[in-house]
Every structure is written in C-alpha cells, then in structure tokens.
C-alpha cells in the first residue's frame, strides 16, 4: 500500500529531525498550501510541532506519539518480527509489550494456537483486524490507564493484571541496549516490561540496530535476564553482544 503524504512527511521528519515548506514541496511534488494544510492537521494531531515555516518532531520526555515512531525502519522492523514468531509453537502463552517493532508481529504470526497477553490497544486491534473474526489467536489486554498518544494500558492496573499471568515467551520493545541492559525512556511502562520478564519462561528482544549502544531514561532489565536479542543486521555497537560465553543470551541478525 502505497504511503499517503502525511506518512511521507513523518518519513522525511524522521530523517532530519525539521522539514520546512520548502524542502517538502520539493521532496513530494504537492503545493505548498497543501503542504502547510498537512503541517497544521499533523501539529493538531500531536504527531510534530509548527515551527517557524515548517514542523519539528515533538520534543516529549516520555514517548513519541506512536505514528511518528511508526514509520521508522519499517522493513528492518517487519524482518526482525518474523525472525521472532519463528520461535513460537503451538499453544504458547505470549507476552507482547507496546512498540513499534512489536506491532509487525500482528503481520508475521504463524497460523496455529497462540495466546496472546498485550498493554497494547494498537496490536490488538491489528491482531482482530487480520483474524476477521476467524484466526486461531486469543488476544488479552491487561487493565490500566490508557497513556495520551501511545495506545498503552499502563499503571498499576496493568501491572497487576500481568502479574496474573504465565506466559512461554515474552517478546518485548525497548529503547536502548548497552552491556549493562534493556532501558526505555518512559517509567510508566517499565514496570510492566519487568513483570512481563519475571513471568515468561523465556525473553526476546526485538530492536532495529539504531538501539544498540543507547541508554533511555529507565533500566529494564540485566542482559542475563534475556535469551535473544534479535536485531537487523550487524553493527559495530551490536558485536560486543555477539561473544557472551557463559551466557544464556544469544544475539541474532535477520540479514
């Protein structure tokens, strides 16, 4: 399907952090009242920020509205996703936290009996959309207070509704990886990714390679609490995870 002008324009925005009038006539071939109309209804939106002759990125301590993070790396994200339902198998109990990466597994889950436990509104709803009424999946959402922008069930009620559960695996999003672990940059949904580590019997990690290398705000977890990490392809902030003797965790490229 092909993008509509406003997913273009995040694509852009991603790139450069600012996209002026100018730059995105240029770029998409539209006029620049059309241009300004898409800027306004994005600011309005919440998805970037009017600046003087164009829109920024939305400059928020907790997270991105979730479409603007959407469009990053969306092919590298699919792969890795795919990469991550190949481990699965019949009748598995699923842990899946709310992130961009984690949402493609709405599009890669194999065809058999898996029950999936999720804080986020967005994957169920892409789940329900590609079952129509028929697939083999059982989709629980935890409680919890919805969080402006993100889809996200967090807060106490979704900590105590995961701690309810047993899951095979929990696949999970994060938002920086260094030796020293798995972070995020928004408190409200680390908790709930803890919880979701301490009851599953085994851990993967889904990142893009912009990932490896950063810490966020909050610590998640140690990497010996993980089993794979599984990224996109080799970089040099990705190898020093490569060589873990002693380690449970593995680390795997999709190409």
């Known amino acids: 399907m092909k993008p509509t002008r406003q997913e273009q324009i995040l694509r852009l925005l991603s790139e450069t952090g ?8 240029a770029r998409l071939e539209a006029s620049p009242a059309t241009v300004r109309r898409d800027f ?23 997270l991105l509205p979730f479409r603007a993070r959407e469009v990053k790396h969306p092919n590298e994200k699919l792969e890795i996703a795919r990469r991550a339902t190949a481990f699965l198998n019949e009748g598995d109990v699923v842990f899946v936290d709310g992130g961009t990466t984690t949402l493609q597994l709405a599009d890669t889950l194999p065809p058999i009996k898996l029950r999936i436990i999720t804080n986020s509104l967005t994957l169920a709803a892409a789940i329900e ?4 009424g028929r697939g083999p999946w059982e989709v629980f ?11 996200l069930l967090v807060g106490p009620s979704a900590q105590y509704s995961i701690a309810q559960y047993h899951a095979d695996w929990a696949l999970l999003s994060t ?9 995020n940059d928004n408190e409200h949904v680390v908790e709930s990714e803890r919880l979701m580590i301490k009851h599953a019997d085994r851990v993967a990690v889904l990142a893009d390679e912009s990932k490896f290398g950063h810490h966020a705000m909050r610590h ?3 990497l010996d609490q993980l089993d794979y990490l599984i990224t996109n392809r080799q970089t040099e902030a990705s190898r020093p995870f490569e060589d ?12």
Do not use: C, W
């Not at 919890?144 to 889809?151: A, E, I, N, R, V």
């Open 129 to 132: 959309r590609r079952m129509m």
């Open 244 to 255: 873990r003797q002693g380690t449970k965790l593995k680390l795997i490229y999709t190409s």
């Open 18 to 25: 600012q996209l002026h009038v100018e730059e995105a006539v």
């Open 40 to 62: 306004n209804q994005m600011a309005e939106a919440g998805l970037a920020e009017r600046i003087r002759g164009g829109i920024k990125l939305v400059n928020e301590v907790d």
């Open 220 to 222: 998640i977890a140690n």
């Open 141 to 151: 959402l935890t409680g919890g207070y919805l969080f402006p922008g993100t889809g």
């Open 175 to 183: 938002g920086g990886i260094t030796e020293t672990g798995i972070f």
